[in-house]
């Protein structure tokens, strides 16, 4: 099974400024990876998939890199809908899909 | 517009199956390249995947569950559901079903994610 590890786990940030998260798989997963977020009481929502490819209608400040076993998610000027929790998800050649266990962007 | 919905009881009994179904309108089930997921959120805590099927009947499971679910589709009803046995308090979540975008090929395969969730449904394991 592949682990997804997340760091942070939170991230204080203020209205404007950049926000990089991380992700590391415990083995290759290629580009197979996905970025979600999430607001309280919501269904995740898709940001990112194949690890830099914006999902439909998800805006340009919203930005993903990596390939292998590290990866990045990049908020280029966080706006205040974009306090909320992110997931990354990989998916591998079993057809086994494993979330990391999130990070936090909170107003700082 | 593709939509899901989850449906079910969102009370279950310790030691009982939790069964929930997910219905798609707005498009096919039966769509090439298409999977379709359960995942689960304890209160408070990350996102988990339990399992997906594709519209031929061909499932995955998260190995951690695996001994315990079972994903079956229906595709003239345009549903597919789930089937959690032996449940525990452990197993107190919120259950979203989603639409998975997955190309395979012979040698090659692609992931596009999660794109279309369903709402979640709530489900409280106690006695």
């Known amino acids: 099974e592949i682990v997804m590890t997340q760091s942070p786990a939170t991230l204080s940030v203020s209205p404007g400024e950049r926000a990089t998260l991380s992700c590391r798989a415990s083995?290759?997963?290629?580009?197979?990876l996905a970025w979600y977020q999430q607001k309280p009481g919501q269904a995740p929502r898709l940001l990112i998939y194949?690890?830099?490819t914006r999902a439909t209608g998800i805006p340009a400040r919203f930005s993903g890199s990596g390939s292998g076993t590290e990866f990045t998610l990049t908020i280029s000027s966080l706006q205040s809908e974009d306090f909320a929790v992110y997931y990354c998800?990989?998916?591998?050649?079993?057809?086994?899909?494993?979330f990391g266990g999130g990070t936090k962007v909170e107003i700082k | 517009q593709l939509q899901l919905q989850e449906s079910g009881p969102g009370l279950v009994k310790p030691s009982e199956t939790l069964s929930l179904t997910c219905t798609v309108s707005?498009?096919?089930?039966?769509?090439?390249?298409?999977?379709w997921g359960w995942i689960r959120q304890p209160p408070g805590k990350g996102l988990e995947w339990i399992g997906s099927?594709?519209?031929?009947?061909?499932?995955y499971y998260n190995p951690s569950l695996k001994s315990r679910v079972t994903i079956s589709v229906d595709t003239s009803k345009n549903q597919f559901s789930l089937k959690l046995s032996s449940v525990t308090a452990a197993d107190t979540a919120v259950y979203y079903c989603?639409?998975?975008?997955?190309?395979?090929?012979?040698?090659?395969?692609?992931?596009?994610?999660?794109?279309?969730w369903g709402q979640g449904t709530t489900v409280t394991v106690s006695s």
């Open positions: 707005g498009g096919s089930i039966s769509s090439s390249s298409y999977y």
């Open positions: 998800q990989q998916y591998n050649n079993a057809g086994e899909l494993t």
């Open positions: 083995q290759s997963v290629s580009s197979n």
């Open positions: 989603a639409r998975q975008t997955t190309v395979v090929t012979p040698g090659y395969y692609y992931y596009y994610g999660m794109d279309v």
């Open positions: 099927i594709y519209y031929s009947g061909s499932t």
């Open positions: 194949g690890a830099s």
